[in-house]
C-alpha cells in the first residue's frame, strides 16, 4: 500500500504549496492550523447534531469536517517548511486529531443518521486503526499506508455520504457500515504486519 501515500502525498502537495507559501508571508504557524481544525471539527459536530430537524445541514457538516481534515494535513506540511517539527507537537495534533474525530462520531449518532451500534462500531474501530499506528512508531514500525482506512480515507468517505444525505436518506449509514469493515479490516492488516516486522527484526 505504499502507492497510496506516495499518492495521497502527491494531492497533498499539490494542493498546498500555494496555501503553505501564503501562511508563511503572513506568520501563520502550525499551531494556528491544528486548533482551527479542531474547531472547525466541533463545529462540524454540533451541525451534525441538528441535522435531525434539516437534512440539508449534512452538507454543511460534511464540508466542514472536510475542511478540517485539510487543515489537519496542512499543519505538519507547515511545520516541514519552517522546520518546526517537534516530538510535542506531533503528540499536540495526534491528540486532538482524535478530540476532533470523536466528535464528530459523537453528532453524527445523536443526530440520529446512524443507529447507535453502527455509530459505536465505527468510531472504535477507527480509534483502533490510529491506536495501531501510534503503538506500532512507538516500536519503530512505520505504518503510514499500511490499510485501506486510514484517516483521511475516513474523512472522505463521511463527507461524500454527508453531502449525499438529503438526497439519499440512510447513505450516512449505509457508509458507517462499510467504514467500519474497512476498518476492521485495516487493523488487522497492520497487526500482521507489525508481527511480521517485529518477528524478523527478532530473528
Do not use: V
Given at each position: 500500500m505504499r502507492w497510496k501515500?506516495?499518492?495521497?502525498?502527491?494531492?497533498?502537495?499539490?494542493?498546498?504549496?500555494?496555501?503553505?507559501?501564503v501562511f508563511l508571508y503572513t506568520g501563520?504557524?502550525?499551531?494556528?492550523l491544528t486548533i482551527?481544525?479542531?474547531l472547525l471539527a466541533f463545529t462540524s459536530s454540533f451541525i451534525y447534531y441538528f441535522s435531525r430537524d434539516s437534512v440539508y445541514l449534512y452538507f454543511i457538516a460534511g464540508a466542514l469536517?472536510?475542511?478540517s481534515g485539510f487543515l489537519d494535513a496542512l499543519d505538519g506540511a507547515l511545520a516541514r517548511r519552517k522546520n518546526m517539527e517537534s516530538k510535542s507537537?506531533?503528540?499536540?495534533?495526534?491528540?486532538?486529531?482524535?478530540?476532533?474525530?470523536s466528535a464528530i462520531f459523537i453528532g453524527i449518532i445523536a443526530s440520529g443518521a446512524v443507529t447507535a451500534l453502527?455509530?459505536?462500531?465505527?468510531?472504535?474501530?477507527?480509534?483502533?486503526v490510529s491506536y495501531t499506528r501510534s503503538r506500532a512508531e512507538s516500536l519503530g514500525v512505520d505504518l503510514k499506508g499500511i490499510g485501506l482506512m486510514e484517516r483521511a480515507e475516513r474523512i472522505i468517505l463521511i463527507s461524500i455520504a454527508s453531502f449525499?444525505?438529503?438526497?439519499f436518506e440512510g447513505i450516512i449509514n449505509l457508509a458507517m457500515i462499510l467504514l467500519t469493515i474497512l476498518s476492521l479490516s485495516t487493523l488487522i492488516h497492520r497487526i500482521l504486519y507489525v508481527n511480521k516486522i517485529l518477528s524478523h527484526k527478532l530473528s
Open positions: 501515500r506516495e499518492l495521497e502525498n502527491r494531492i497533498l502537495t499539490r494542493l498546498s504549496n500555494d496555501l503553505i507559501d501563520i504557524k502550525p499551531i494556528h482551527t481544525s479542531l469536517f472536510l475542511l507537537g506531533a503528540f499536540l495534533d495526534s491528540i486532538l486529531d482524535k478530540i476532533g474525530e453502527w455509530g459505536s462500531l465505527a468510531l472504535s474501530s477507527s480509534i483502533l449525499l444525505e438529503p438526497f
